[in-house]
C-alpha cells in the first residue's frame, strides 16, 4: 500500500481539518495542522511584544525564527496530538480570538513561511500525511498524491465556527467571527509569499450543504477511485 501525500487546502472555517483529521484516522495517516504552526508563531509574537498595536517587528521576528520550536506530541492527559511550543502545549490558546486576529499577518512575512514550509516538507516526505493548510497543493508539495480544495457559504462557515468556540468557552460574536474570516481569506489570497490559490489539478468540494459524515464518505470514494 503506497504512503500517499495528500494536501486539503482552502479557505479559513470550511472544515479542512474536520475532513482531514477523519480521512487521517480511516487511512491511519498523520494529520498535520499546519494552520497551527502559523497560529504558534503568532503567539510567539505576541507573548514576546513583538506585535505592538497594528504594527509588526518583522526584522525581530525573523531573528527570533531559531528560538522557535513546534513540535506535534500527545498530550499526556488526553492522548491527542497538540501542538506545542518551545515545550508548552499551547493547542487551546492558538485558537483564540487574539490568535486568529493577527496569524494572517504573521503567516504572510517570508521568513516564517520558508521555516514553516520546511518542517512541513520534513514531515511529510515519507507520505502516509493529511495535511490541512493553504498552500500545501501549490507550495509544499506540488506533487502530492491527490489536492482537496475546499470552500463553504460565508455565513454557514462562521456560524460553525461560532459554534465551536462557543463550546469552548471562547465569548465572541457571529459579527466578529465572520469578519475575522473574510480578512484571513483576503489577506491569504493576496500575499506574495504562497497565496491562497486553487491549482488546477486539485479537488474542489464544498462543505455548506454536508454533514461530516457525508463529506467523509465522498472525499474517501474518491481517493478509493484513485488509488
Ligand atoms: O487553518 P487555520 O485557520 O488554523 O490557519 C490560520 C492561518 O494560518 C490562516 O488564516 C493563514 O493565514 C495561515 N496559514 C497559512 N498557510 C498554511 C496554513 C495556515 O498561511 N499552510
Redesign the pocket.
Known amino acids: 500500500n503506497k504512503q500517499l501525500i495528500i494536501a486539503i ?1 482552502g479557505y ?2 470550511c472544515g ?2 474536520t475532513i482531514a483529521k477523519d480521512v487521517a484516522r480511516i487511512l491511519d495517516y498523520t494529520f498535520i ?7 504558534g508563531v503568532a503567539l510567539y509574537a505576541l507573548n514576546n511584544q513583538l506585535i505592538q498595536g497594528d504594527v509588526i517587528l518583522t526584522d525581530q521576528l525573523a531573528d527570533s525564527l531559531p528560538e522557535i520550536q513546534l513540535d506535534f506530541k500527545k498530550n499526556s492527559e488526553t492522548g491527542k496530538r497538540h501542538l506545542f511550543l518551545n515545550g508548552t502545549d499551547v493547542e487551546e490558546i492558538i485558537r483564540r480570538p487574539e490568535v ?1 486576529a493577527v ?2 499577518k504573521i ?2 512575512i517570508k521568513e516564517v ?1 520558508h521555516k ?1 514550509v520546511a518542517s ?1 516538507r520534513e514531515m511529510g516526505k515519507n507520505g502516509g500525511v493529511v495535511m ?5 497543493g501549490s507550495v ?1 508539495f506540488p506533487d502530492a498524491d491527490l489536492k482537496f480544495f475546499v470552500t463553504a457559504d460565508p455565513l454557514i462557515r462562521a456560524e460553525r465556527r461560532l459554534r465551536e468556540m462557543q463550546s469552548k468557552g471562547i465569548e465572541t460574536s457571529l459579527e466578529s467571527v465572520l469578519q475575522n474570516l473574510q480578512e ?1 481569506d483576503q ?2 489570497r493576496t500575499r506574495e509569499e ?1 497565496p ?1 490559490i486553487q491549482t488546477p489539478d486539485a479537488i474542489l468540494i464544498d462543505t455548506s450543504h454536508f454533514t461530516r459524515e457525508s463529506q467523509l464518505e465522498h472525499v474517501l470514494n474518491i481517493i478509493r477511485e484513485k488509488f
Open positions: 487546502d479559513s472555517a479542512k481539518s495542522d499546519t494552520g497551527a504552526m502559523y497560529r486568529a496569524v494572517s503567516a504572510a513561511r514553516l512541513q490541512d493548510g493553504r498552500d500545501i509544499v484571513r489577506t491569504d504562497g491562497l
